[in-house]
């Protein structure tokens, strides 16, 4: 655990060539590896120049038959051979399988869409089923009559135009109207086009319908039942084909292929014709036993070292928190990553968040409610893992305001309860605003120390924070005031001194830049200093008020819980009262859940991080493992290791 990012090593990994991709894949298991290519002698290996051709050929076959395909199966780690050569074998499985079963999903297809007109037609006569007409006469009309019978689905809400020789009859059914119309043929053609510009849809009448539609709906079910079973007889001739073509490791072969062209610009592969026998992978790692644990896991033949980085490389940087903290590392990331030399904030918001976001949503049981969700959903939406510790702090709140689910009778709270006792609500937030500011400024004290500036944060900072400490205690005892003009005295006479030189961070072994000499003038600059004070002490006042917001919606959560509590006790009905508390309750969350969670970033973001975070770092990228699925591809894919 540390304040600090902390930076990932560079590594080399030397292999032979035939084994790259073996150790490419290595490296992309073991999770921990971000891949960064440096010029060398050597060259970069490449895709050959079929391989467009190839995978153009599989973006067609996956266009007409990825729906057909069976789930992808990578093996990871046993596949020495190149990708060009496994995407070649893959594609020429797949194009051999499609000749085999191109007439079973011809029939197949012949099926769905008869299914698709039945299914229709099934649902044009349950509507219709009360009506006079005869079905069986909807068979004999045709051009030769003069007549011809169109049954149409059309959106629920659309509208099209009808031509006067047409008879039509609508039927709403769901969320379509359906739409049986009888009329010459250029009649019934035109009206077609309109149905398909109003995004609708067109049916082909069975020629076997009987006069009435219980009858007709009856045959209909025997149909599908029939065509269910030859369907199923497809499906299982396909899935006999997927075996003898093994369909499922001809899709694993381009998707590896795939992923192994995309990140293949970072192996080094050496001039073969002045006799280079090796590959060469270089990187980031963050963690260098589990990056050597995976290379000699690895069947292919590798060696992995930890050299010096190359000159003017910027390593990447990870957040090093314990699991309890690593939630709230969202907060940072949604700025950016701090420098090398800069702090990372997150263990101190794992305390100021949830304490922000408990005290505006007090509640023992909508804080519980909060926490139950978070705990239920994390593993399906990872930000939601905040809500525990701040739910459980609201219901910590819900003890010292005396509320549960919006109910403030049922015990005596801690403290007190915020609408009898509005001001003291609305103080303390402020309080503890001030005090998380000043942490703020003290974090920019310890980046000067880390980055060896600490004479300027106190000739530039220091004054700030002991003006704002005294305006802050001047509030309650007059020698607070004593405090903030010794401030303005320091600001005065360091503002007054020679400017000091001006360096980089050394910390990261930069050099030290001196400014160009000036003539210096110390009342110009005394009061430069002065002006830049007032500047930033003013910023650091108003955002202290702005925490006065954090009470100002702890009054509100209070005042809708007691309008719907005053809701709920104002109908006679035990049940009704029971109802609108429930509905009441789960509003509340609903509604003040979303507004304290955005108050609490903004917080976090605008009043917080502006006194210290500097986004500066470079964000560790991990190289991962072949994706699970190619973006030209309708067929899904799994992963096997």
């Known amino acids: 655990m540390s304040l600090r990012p902390r930076a990932a090593c560079w590594f080399e990994v030397i292999g032979a060539r035939e084994d790259a991709y073996l150790a490419l894949e290595a490296l ?52 020495a051979r190149s990708p060009a050569d496994a995407l070649a074998a893959g594609i020429e499985a797949l194009t051999a399988w499609a000749r085999d079963a191109a007439p079973l999903i011809a029939q197949l297809q012949q099926i769905e869409a008869t299914r698709a007109d039945l299914v229709l037609a099934d649902r044009a006569l349950a509507a219709l089923a009360d009506s006079a007409i005869d079905f069986s006469l909807l068979n004999h009309g045709d051009g030769a009559v003069g007549v011809q019978p169109a049954l149409f689905a059309l959106p629920a809400q659309a509208e099209v135009p009808v031509p006067d020789d047409v008879l039509t009859r609508f039927a709403p059914v769901g969320d379509e109207t359906l739409l049986l119309a009888v009329g010459p043929p250029a009649a019934i053609d035109a009206l077609a086009a309109s149905v398909a510009e109003a995004n609708g849809r067109r049916a082909r009448f069975p020629d076997w319908l009987q006069p009435s539609a219980q009858a007709s709906r009856a045959q209909i079910a025997e149909r599908n039942a029939t065509m269910d079973l030859r369907a199923s007889d497809l499906r299982a001739q396909l899935a006999a084909l997927n075996e003898t073509h093994q369909v499922a490791g001809a899709l694993g072969d381009v998707a590896r292929a795939t992923w192994c062209f995309e990140h293949g610009g970072a192996i080094s592969l050496g001039d073969r014709e002045h006799g280079d026998v090796f590959a060469r992978l270089t990187g980031w790692a963050t963690d260098p036993d589990r990056l050597v644990a ?10 992995v070292n930890f050299p010096p980085p190359p000159r003017g490389a910027r390593a990447p940087l990870v957040l090093a928190n314990p699991w309890w903290v690593r939630p709230f590392e969202l907060f940072p990331r949604l700025v950016g990553m701090p420098g090398a030399s800069g702090a990372d904030p997150s263990m101190l918001l794992a305390f100021a968040v949830p304490l922000m976001f408990g005290y505006m ?37 819900g003890l010292v305001f005396g509320s549960v689910f919006s109910i403030e009778h049922l015990f005596e709270p801690l403290w007190l309860h915020p609408l009898a006792h509005p001001l003291p609500v609305l103080v303390v937030p402020v309080i503890a605003g001030a005090a ?12 000067a120390w880390w980055q060896h500036q600490t004479q300027h944060w106190l000739r530039d900072e220091f004054p700030v924070l002991v003006v704002f400490l005294g305006v802050l205690l001047g509030v309650v005892n007059p020698l607070g005031w004593i405090l903030a003009a010794v401030g303005v005295a ?28 000036e003539r210096h003038r110390p009342l ?22 702005s925490f006065a917001r954090v009470g100002a919606f702890a009054l509100a959560h209070a005042g809708l819980s007691s309008a719907v509590v005053s809701l709920a006790a104002a109908v006679d009905s035990r049940f009704g009262y029971v109802l609108i508390l429930v509905l009441g309750n789960l509003l509340i969350i609903a509604i003040e859940g979303l507004v304290v969670s ?26 991962v493992p072949p994706p699970s699925t190619l973006a030209s591809a309708d067929a899904g894919f799994t992963q096997e290791k």
């Open 28 to 79: 992309a298991n073991a999770g921990c590896v971000e891949i960064e290519w440096h010029a060398t002698d050597g060259v970069a290996a490449k895709a050959p120049g079929n391989v467009a051709a190839l995978l153009k050929d599989y973006t067609q076959l996956a266009r007409r038959h990825g729906r057909y395909w069976p789930a992808a199966q990578l093996h990871l780690g046993t596949d």
């Open 294 to 303: 995976a290379i000699e896991a690895s069947p292919g033949r590798a060696l």
């Open 361 to 397: 949503f007090g509640d023992i049981g909508q804080g519980l409610v909060l926490a139950a969700v978070g705990l239920a959903l994390s593993r399906r939406l990872p930000v939601l893992r905040l809500l525990v510790p701040c739910g459980l702090c609201a219901a910590f709140f």
């Open 436 to 447: 998380l500011l000043t942490l703020g400024l003290l974090l920019g004290l310890l980046q």
């Open 490 to 517: 320091l600001a005065l006479a360091l503002g007054a001194w020679p400017p000091l030189p001006a360096s980089t961070d050394a910390s990261v072994g930069g050099p030290t830049l001196l400014r160009a000499p």
């Open 524 to 545: 110009a600059a005394a009061l430069k200093a002065l002006g830049a004070l007032v500047e930033h002490t003013l910023q650091v006042l108003i955002n202290t008020l």
């Open 598 to 623: 955005i108050q609490t970033t903004r917080l976090v973001l605008f009043e917080f991080f502006t006194r210290f975070f500097k986004a500066e770092g470079r964000e560790f990228r991990p190289l």
